[in-house]
C-alpha cells in the first residue's frame, strides 16, 4: 500500500489584538513570508524544537551545530579541540575547517545526541583559551515534524 505522505490541514481560528496581529504582519513581511500560514508553523515548529531540546521533557536524540573561531598560533588549542572531539567521537559527525586568514580558523562541528550531552560538548569548546567566538545553534533530526 502506498503511505500516504500528505497530512490532511486542520484550519484554526485565533483572535488577536488588532495592534498585534499588525505587528506580526510586518514580522512576516520582512522574513519573506508569502502569508501568516507559514510563519505560524515556522513559529510553532521552533517552539517544538526548543522543546525537544529540554532534556527533562524529552530524551530525543537532536543535532545542532558548533561554530567556532580560533587563533590556531596559541599554545595547544589545536590540540585540545581535536581532543574534546575525539572524547566526543560518538557525537561529532563531521566538521569543517577553513582558515580565514594567517592567524584565524573558522571550525563547524556537527553535532549529534542527547542534548545535554551536545551542550557539554559546546560548553567545553567555548571555555578554551583561545576560542574568540563560539555560537552553538540547536535544531531537530526533523523527525518529529511536518
Ligand atoms: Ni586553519
Known amino acids: 500500500m502506498k503511505k500516504d ?7 484554526f481560528g485565533v483572535s488577536i489584538p488588532k495592534s498585534l496581529i499588525d505587528a506580526f504582519d510586518n514580522y512576516i ?22 522543546q525537544e531540546w529540554e532534556s527533562d521533557v524529552h530524551d530525543r536524540e537532536v543535532v545542532g551545530t558548533i561554530t567556532y573561531v580560533f587563533d590556531h598560533h596559541k599554545r595547544e588549542l589545536v590540540d585540545s579541540i581535536i581532543r574534546i572531539q575525539h572524547q566526543f567521537a560518538d557525537h561529532v559527525i563531521a566538521s569543517q575547517h577553513v ?22 560538548v559546546a560548553y567545553k569548546l567555548k571555555a578554551l583559551k583561545g576560542v574568540k567566538h563560539c555560537r552553538f545553534t540547536m535544531t531537530t533530526t526533523g523527525s518529529f515534524l511536518k
Open 5 to 11: 505522505t500528505k497530512e490532511s490541514l486542520c484550519r
Open 29 to 50: 513581511k520582512v522574513r519573506a513570508y508569502k502569508n501568516r500560514s507559514e510563519a505560524i508553523r515556522d513559529l510553532i515548529r521552533e517552539k517544538l524544537v526548543e
Open 99 to 120: 582558515h580565514l586568514d594567517h592567524d584565524n580558523c573558522l571550525e563547524v562541528a556537527i553535532v549529534k545526541g542527547n542534548p545535554s550531552t551536545l551542550r557539554g
